[in-house]
């Protein structure tokens, strides 16, 4: 994994609706290596964790650049990655925790070293909420990104068009 795959970890986990462990593990899908583990230990951890990133998420939204200091370095304080390098898969890549570790230790290490990442890289002026509620990082050129995916676009200009639409 790398920085970005480990931002998407963070707005996913920020992002899920945490309530029982099949939503956990969908939030989680692209890592099977972490959904395929992870137990109501894990999730009654990374509720937390999800809270801790969504406060950070809303800072970097209102541009509040000590709040996002603040809360970001608490993650990290909370979760610091402990990278290892590994090899089992026959490929070499890190891990930012111990693989033998919990799949929360792990994922909270990735979601809070992903976010610092993308602090560091794109600032607090990128930053999002979805009318949906979602967060999102705005990296187009244009800084003009308004949804956090395609569907909630085309939903909110679905509706756009039909209240038009029966306006006229």
Same mark, same amino acid.
């Given at each position: 994994? &790398?920085?970005?795959?480990?931002?998407?970890?963070?707005?996913?986990?920020?992002?899920a609706?945490?309530?029982?462990?099949?939503?956990?593990?969908?939030?989680?899908?692209d890592?099977p *290596? *972490?959904a &395929? /583990?992870?137990t109501?230990?894990?999730?009654?951890?990374? +509720?937390?964790?999800a809270?801790?990133? /969504?406060?950070? $998420?809303?800072?970097?939204?209102? +541009?509040?650049?000590?709040?996002?200091?603040?809360?970001?370095?608490? $993650?990290?304080?909370?979760?610091?990655?402990?990278?290892?390098?590994?090899?089992?898969?026959?490929? *070499?890549?890190?891990h930012?925790?111990?693989?033998?570790?919990?799949?929360?230790?792990?994922?909270?290490?990735?979601?809070? *070293?992903?976010l610092?990442?993308?602090?560091v890289r794109?600032?607090?002026? +990128?930053?999002g909420r979805c009318?949906c509620?979602?967060?999102?990082?705005?990296?187009?050129?244009?800084?003009?990104?308004?949804?956090?995916s395609?569907?909630?676009?085309n +939903?909110?200009?679905v509706?756009?068009?039909?209240?038009?639409?029966?306006?006229?």
């Amino acid at each position: 994994m &790398d920085n970005a795959d480990y931002l998407d970890v963070a707005l996913r986990l920020a992002n899920a609706d945490l309530t029982d462990l099949p939503a956990l593990r969908a939030a989680l899908h692209d890592e099977p *290596w *972490w959904a &395929d /583990r992870t137990t109501e230990a894990d999730l009654l951890a990374l +509720r937390s964790v999800a809270d801790g990133l /969504r406060h950070a $998420l809303d800072a970097a939204t209102d +541009r509040d650049a000590d709040a996002v200091l603040a809360r970001v370095n608490a $993650l990290l304080s909370a979760h610091p990655p402990r990278p290892r390098l590994s090899g089992h898969t026959g490929t *070499w890549h890190v891990h930012v925790a111990d693989v033998d570790a919990p799949p929360a230790t792990e994922v909270a290490a990735a979601a809070a *070293w992903g976010l610092a990442q993308a602090i560091v890289r794109h600032g607090v002026d +990128r930053w999002g909420r979805c009318p949906c509620g979602n967060h999102f990082l705005d990296a187009s050129t244009n800084r003009a990104k308004r949804f956090c995916s395609t569907r909630c676009a085309n +939903r909110a200009n679905v509706a756009a068009f039909r209240a038009r639409r029966t306006r006229a």
